[in-house]
C-alpha cells in the first residue's frame, strides 16, 4: 500500500510556484486588454497591470517564498516521523523559494547588471 502524500510538502511547492504564476498571468491579462485599451485611446490601464505584476512579483514573491520554506522544512520533519510520501515535493518548494528570494535580493538591491 502506498504512503500518504504530506500535504505540506505539496503546499510548499504550490507557494513557490506563485511568484512566477501571479506575475505572468497579470502581464498575459494586460498583453489581451492592449489591443481593446488602445482603441479607446487610453493606455494606463495596461500601465497599471505593468506596476501591479512588478511588485505582485516582488512583495507576494517574498512572503510566498518565506512561507514555502517553512512549509517545506515542517513538511521533511514530519515525512520523516510519520513516513510519508512527498519529500521532493517538499524539497522542490525549498529550493524553488530560495532561488526566488536570491532573484528578490538582486531586483530590489539593484544589482541586476
Partial sequence: MKNKRSRLAVSSFIWSLLPIILPVTIVLI????TD???DIGTDHFVSF???VAYYSFVIIGIW???LSIILGVIALF???KNNLDGKYFAIGGIVISLIMLVIFYFISSGNLN
Fill in 64 to 66: 510566498s517564498s518565506i
Fill in 36 to 38: 481593446f485599451m488602445n
Fill in 78 to 80: 514530519r515525512i520523516k
Fill in 49 to 51: 497591470l505593468g506596476i
Fill in 30 to 33: 494586460a498583453l489581451i486588454f
